[in-house]
């Protein structure tokens, strides 16, 4: 018996939790379960055929969040015979078989490598009324040649890399995600073409060090030559990349993202701690100088940048001087954005069993000192755009209050976040679609520009999400893309420490 009407297909629901990463991996979940016949759950459906938790293993206490909403289904499954609920990401590949041992009515749990079974893995679970539990140690296909059901008509988040050859001793992703595995260019070019195709205008490019990337074939500039080659992909407005590492980055990355039109000035810099007794703890190997050196070169060859960062307080015996360091390159630095992290014990790093762990308290009051200083900063950085005209990728569900306000939001071409009135133009401007607005306030996190549009520009993006649809990539190397049913925008996610 299933909980599927009789002849009707199964329903899925994909929960993802994490970086970025994750949110696109989910996007290939959602594509090969519904290559295999299954169509994606209402969001007021609560008891989808089958349930799939793609987790992270970053934070001290993604076990006890996985194991809660794991709580909450039990008695949901019990009462629908035939529903399936399946454990994939980090966790997955860190806790494997203790899965099903402390949740017995999981049915699949797959890890990070295998992505690609996750179809067969239901099925065959279904057959022998016993959960199925298959961890890789190793990539055996590269996940972007999975299909990917995308989530956007307009961005495409692409895969460079997958895995990280660093040794950082507060991060587990090398252990769970392996060692760096390269795409060929040719191949990401491909993916990327065919998302320009599709209408999609801006595309982010992945990895845990997209510096690295190239270290498989011997070519260390291979990073910086893929950005030039994104620029002369017609239809491509905005390429973004995602996460660099500073001992990777070069000069030649600094110069095809000033000298190519459709690479953005934006660049999100992991610093991570601002003292180099820290940063050697963390076996981070830059030091705060050659950090501030690079974000020299940066804004020399870009004024307008905006650098956005990720850091880490309270790091196992760090120091007030320490901390004192951090506050003094978060201001000279003068971040537009940063993700801010009180350290937390992830078991199976170097650090979780380092002398000289923190109290609580201590790290509470450092983290609420440098949220204070960082929001200085980046208020004091919005505040110089006010009377500025910006150009907006119209977003969907970036902007929470805009229903109530009557603006719509979306992203400068900087990644700043802008809600904006809309004015005449109310009803006719759709998400994708492109605007050209002026900066009335500025607020610590995002601008508003209050006054009406001074430009709009409907593209084919906008198109296709009044059509209710969005880009489906069958793999990179299958064909152009097709379109298929709208899915709600995924939830915000934090950054992924880790880099």
């Not at 929960?15 to 007021?44: F, K, P, W």
């Not at 016993?130 to 988040?157: D, H, K």
């Not at 296709?464 to 152009?480: D, F, I, Y």
Request: aromatic fraction near 6%; charge should be neutral.
């Amino acid at each position: 018996m299933t909980t599927a009407a009789a002849g009707s297909p199964r329903t899925y629901q994909v929960r993802t939790y994490g970086c970025q990463m994750n949110v696109h991996d989910s996007e290939r979940i959602s594509g090969l379960l519904e290559d295999a016949g299954y169509v994606r759950a209402a969001e007021a459906d609560e008891q989808p055929d089958v349930v799939v938790f793609n987790t992270c293993a970053v934070r001290e206490n993604a076990d006890n969040r996985l194991y809660g909403n794991l709580g909450h289904l039990r008695p949901v499954k019990a009462k629908h015979p035939g529903m399936q609920i399946a454990v994939g990401g980090c966790l997955a590949q860190k806790d494997r078989g203790d899965i099903v041992r402390k949740a017995p009515w999981v049915d699949v749990v797959f890890g990070t490598h295998n992505i690609g079974s996750l179809p067969a893995l239901l099925d065959r679970a279904r057959h022998n009324a016993a959960a199925e539990v298959e961890i890789l140690e190793s990539l055996e296909v590269f996940p972007s040649t999975l299909p990917t059901r995308r989530e956007s008509t307009y961005a495409g988040w692409v895969s460079i890399s997958v895995g990280c050859n660093n040794t950082c001793t507060f991060c587990i992703v090398p252990s769970l995600r392996g060692r760096e595995k390269d795409r060929r260019p040719g191949d990401i070019l491909s993916e990327v073409r065919a998302l320009a195709d599709s209408g999609v205008l801006e595309v982010t490019l992945l990895g845990q060090n997209v510096n690295s990337y190239g270290v498989e074939f011997g070519d260390r500039y291979a990073f910086g030559k893929l950005l030039r080659a994104c620029g002369d992909i017609d239809g491509l407005e905005r390429v973004r990349f995602t996460s660099p590492h500073p001992k990777d980055f070069t000069d030649d990355v600094i110069a095809a993202m000033a000298e190519t039109p459709n690479v953005c000035h934006s660049l999100h810099m992991p610093l991570q701690s601002g003292s180099d007794d820290v940063l050697r703890a963390m076996r981070r190997s830059y030091r705060s100088e050659r950090y501030l050196g690079i974000i020299s070169k940066v804004r020399a060859a870009m004024p307008d940048a905006a650098i956005t960062t990720d850091i880490i307080v309270g790091f196992p015996g760090e120091t007030e001087a320490d901390f004192a360091r951090t506050l003094d390159v978060v201001r000279e630095a003068r971040f537009s954005s940063a993700f801010t992290f009180q350290y937390s014990k992830r078991p199976g790093t170097p650090a979780a069993t380092m002398d000289g762990q923190l109290p609580k308290q201590v790290v509470q009051e450092r983290y609420e000192r440098l949220i204070a200083c960082v929001e200085e900063i980046t208020w004091a950085e919005n505040k110089k755009l006010v009377g500025e005209t910006v150009e907006v990728l119209v977003a969907v569900g970036e902007g929470r209050k805009d229903e109530r306000t009557g603006r719509m939001s979306g992203r400068a071409r900087d990644g700043r976040l802008v809600h904006f009135a809309t004015g005449e133009l109310a009803g006719r401007i759709r998400p994708g679609d492109i605007v050209h607005t002026t900066v009335t306030y500025a607020a610590p996190h995002h601008l508003n520009a209050d006054g009406a549009p001074l430009a709009h520009r409907r593209t084919r993006a906008g198109d296709a999400a009044e059509a209710g649809e969005v880009p489906r990539t069958p793999g990179v190397l299958l064909g152009l893309p097709t379109v298929g049913a709208p899915a709600a925008p995924p939830a915000p996610v934090g950054g992924c420490a880790a880099h």
